[in-house]
């Protein structure tokens, strides 16, 4: 019987301790802040409160978001193998049908968008990963094609783990904080395709700079996307067109019928078109359905007007990439609240391409007076404000007919909230309280 250690009892843990305990492997867990987990009664597992009186593991599953350096880490690699949940899953679900989407903005739309396509043409899919219940649980109970979100941490302890069908969407400065280096970070993120070979297929941005200077080192087919070049092999945008050009030049759709908005999603949308279409989707199922998808929560979500002013959701931009992306899609006259826990990267960038769009920026969370120093140097209007209540309300009190309020933070969450899903929802029930009755 081998035996496994689980070092930290999140979702991730969770998932895989019942799913290892269920295979009959010996389980043992270890976590900083509890022994035991309510949600795993009736599983058979082992809380261990010191990791150096224990004997080697077979491997040892880390949980995504605890750092490479961590003091436990460090102990437990000099004689483990430490994986991840997504290296798991491909050596004890292999015969599983998956396709993994990686990139550091547009993963969750995109994952879902794919697995939405794939149920409405009658094939039955799975989003997992960053997605809802962990992956090996998920795999555990469920035949079906695994569509997942893969995030740079997963990557990061794997070995063996290989796509047939991968996604890198994007590539630009984010968690350094993990990392600790941009050429780390974009090391992790081009593992996805490490394994690959010339029976696989990539899919990257071909407007994306890291991504194009790395093509040469993909051992997979490549196709591409891109919403400013005409490209010959993958798909693009053409005007307002959608075109495929693979074999021949095909015209999809127009950009106007995704009730999705931005460029951004545009190219998650080609991105996911193409996946469909190695896959084995017909592309007549590919257009019909992806006209039906609606945008994902706290992802640019539109949430009400009031006053002629429109109210967006997009807490899930936990980065400066992210948070540009939000704001080209707008013309002008944006509030922006922005600001949170500090992941050591640079804001310039937001302010340098999208300052002509900020007509005022309130400030939060632990990131405020960072963004306040580079907000005066780019002589953008700024208030700063303690709660999420007061930057609603402040919004209110500035806001003129046909501006448009953006909640796109530019930083992770967790110096306010457990989670981006907790920050969109406060914002989202702020604002709908002012609704007129």
Known sequence: MKKVLVYGLGITGISTVKTLASKGYKVYTFDKLKKEDDRLKGYDYSPISDVEKEDKFDFVVKSPGIKPDDEIVKVLEKNNEIISDIELSYRIFNNKEFLAVTGTNGKTTTTSLISHILNESGKRAIAVGNIGEGILWQMYKNE???????????LHNTKFYKPHIGIILNITPDHIDWHKSEENYIKDKLSIARNQDQK????????????????????????????KEKISNGIYLDGDDIVLNIDEPIKLFSRNDLKIVGNHNISNAMAAVLALYLYGIDINEIVKYIKTFKAISHRLEFVTEINNVKFFDDSKATNVDSAIKALESFDKNVILIAGGY?????????FESSSKKIKAIILIGQTKNILKSVSEDYGIKYFIEDTMKDAVDRAFMIMKKNDIVLLSPASASWDMYKSFEERGNDFKNLVKEREPR
């Open 342 to 350: 500090d992941k050591n990267i640079d804001y310039r960038p937001l």
């Open 144 to 154: 079906a094609v695994f569509v997942e979100e893969v995030s740079s941490f997963q």
């Open 200 to 227: 696989d297929y990539i899919i990257i941005n071909h407007d994306d700079k890291i991504l194009s200077k790395n093509k040469e080192n993909f051992n997979a087919n490549i196709y591409e996307f891109s919403t």
